[in-house]
């Protein structure tokens, strides 16, 4: 099993509303990552945890909340999100953090309205 | 400050013609390079990488990628395009003291026609 499988593949909520995006893995990769990408744009890194713990915070808003329940399972809490936080978000994993590559889920398609 | 570039935004290639997808980079060191394709509305997949060694790398569905250190570049390349190639392709550089930073040029268009 190759795939980082992410859930809901779209999702639409209000700027008042409680989400989450849900991530798994099952390659026994011990780094995982959470990307936010703009059309056409490169990925922006936002969080990394390694061994299930959070290693990097790229200042990301507290709005959005990341938890590692398990070394397979990342998810990623939102609340009181804005239009401008819409966007195709990523979550990835690789064996390690150092030097290996990284394998991306298909994405979650945000819309926040 | 370091950066990756892929100085074209669309590249244009008839099928069955050779295609190169261009990226250079200024990062210090011996960085581990990458490359990544992104089809409509679907995540990044991994195509290859360098890390050491010979510098032509074969990666994924016919890609292989040649590493320039002189010219700091990493171009991707293909010797037979296929109308399926069509996608958004990106460059990205791991400096060798970063442990999980990425840095990535802007991305590649790739238009291949029939």
């Known amino acids: 099993d190759t795939e980082v499988t992410q859930t809901p593949k779209h999702l639409v909520m209000g700027m008042t509303n409680k989400k989450s995006l849900k991530c798994e893995q099952h390659?026994?990769?011990?780094?995982m990552y959470w990307y936010k990408q703009k059309a056409k744009k490169p990925p922006e890194l936002m969080f990394v945890y390694s061994y299930e713990k959070l290693s990097i915070n790229e200042s990301v808003p507290s709005r959005f909340s990341p938890e590692c329940p398990n070394s397979s399972l990342l998810n990623l809490h939102l609340h009181a999100l804005q239009p401008e936080d819409s966007a195709l978000y990523l979550c990835?994993?690789?064996?390690?953090?150092?030097?290996?590559?990284?394998?991306f889920g298909q994405g979650t398609r945000l819309t926040v309205v | 400050a370091q950066s990756v570039a892929q100085p074209e935004d669309q590249v244009n290639v008839a099928e069955g013609n050779p295609l190169t997808v261009k990226c250079t980079y200024s990062v210090s060191g011996n960085p581990y390079l990458f490359w990544y394709v992104q089809y409509p509305n679907r995540g990044l997949q991994f195509l290859l990488k360098?890390?050491?060694?010979d510098n032509l790398v074969k990666g994924s569905y016919g890609f292989e990628a040649e590493f320039n250190k002189s010219q700091t570049s990493f171009h991707l390349k293909k010797p037979s395009a296929l109308v399926s190639d069509s996608a958004l392709y990106f460059c990205?550089?791991?400096?060798?003291?970063?442990?999980?930073?990425?840095?990535w040029g802007a991305g590649t268009k790739l238009i291949i026609k029939p």
């Open positions: 360098y890390i050491t060694g």
């Open positions: 390659m026994g990769h011990r780094a």
């Open positions: 990205a550089v791991r400096p060798q003291e970063s442990n999980y930073q990425l840095i």
């Open positions: 990835a994993s690789s064996q390690r953090t150092e030097n290996t590559e990284a394998f």
